[in-house]
């Protein structure tokens, strides 16, 4: 168990489980992408850990960039997306996959993929190592997914509450 400011958590992924699931969703994104030079787009802050997990596995080239949107705070989504890093690379007809950590209510894809493909997408899919189906709130075409999840609150692994437990390897549950 694990105490993060008022709240606390139990372990409930391994980083042994998460990396399993990873190698499954990177022989994938393999499969789809050979022989294509995707442009990749890791979304800060939460995708870091992740992205450095995934791109190590990925056996096609590419290029790798990072964006920021924000929509959480605390432990509840507020439903603006805002753009807080831009990104700079040139996207126009290239292949696009972003990464993110967790889909939640699903906001923040919803309102991001329009504008990558506003900047000149060819295409755009979405890799993912979470997904809390039962709290999507919009629908959203998920191609790669790690792992689905109850609706639960987590930390661990780059996921934070309030900015704190980003680093912990394994992923933890808010208790009740
Ligand atoms: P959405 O827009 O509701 O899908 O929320 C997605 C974003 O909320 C993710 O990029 C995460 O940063 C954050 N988020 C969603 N669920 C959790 C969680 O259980 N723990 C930590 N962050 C979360
Ligand atoms: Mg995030």
């Given at each position: 168990m694990i105490t993060i400011k008022d709240k606390r958590f139990d372990l409930f992924i391994t980083n042994e489980q998460l990396q399993e699931k990873i190698d499954i969703v990177a022989n994938k994104i393999n499969k789809d992408y050979k022989g294509k030079r995707p442009v990749l787009v890791a979304i800060l802050n939460g995708a870091f850990i992740f992205a450095a997990d995934l791109v190590r596995r990925l056996e096609f080239e590419h290029e790798i960039h990072f964006a920021k949107f924000s929509s959480y705070e605390g432990m509840d989504t507020t439903g603006n997306v805002e753009q807080l890093i831009g990104l700079t690379?040139?996207?126009?007809?290239r292949d696009v996959i972003i990464i993110e950590d967790i889909v939640d209510t699903g906001t923040t894809m919803k309102s991001v993929i329009p504008q990558f493909f506003e900047k000149g997408a060819r295409s755009v899919e979405i890799a993912v190592l979470l997904m809390k189906p039962g709290k999507l709130e919009v629908p959203l075409d998920v191609k790669y997914c790690a792992m689905e999840i109850p609706n639960e609150f987590i930390v661990g692994y780059g996921l934070d509450y309030d900015s704190l437990g980003?680093?912990?390897k394994d992923i933890y549950v808010v208790k009740e």
């Open positions: 690379a040139d996207i126009k007809d980003r680093n912990y």
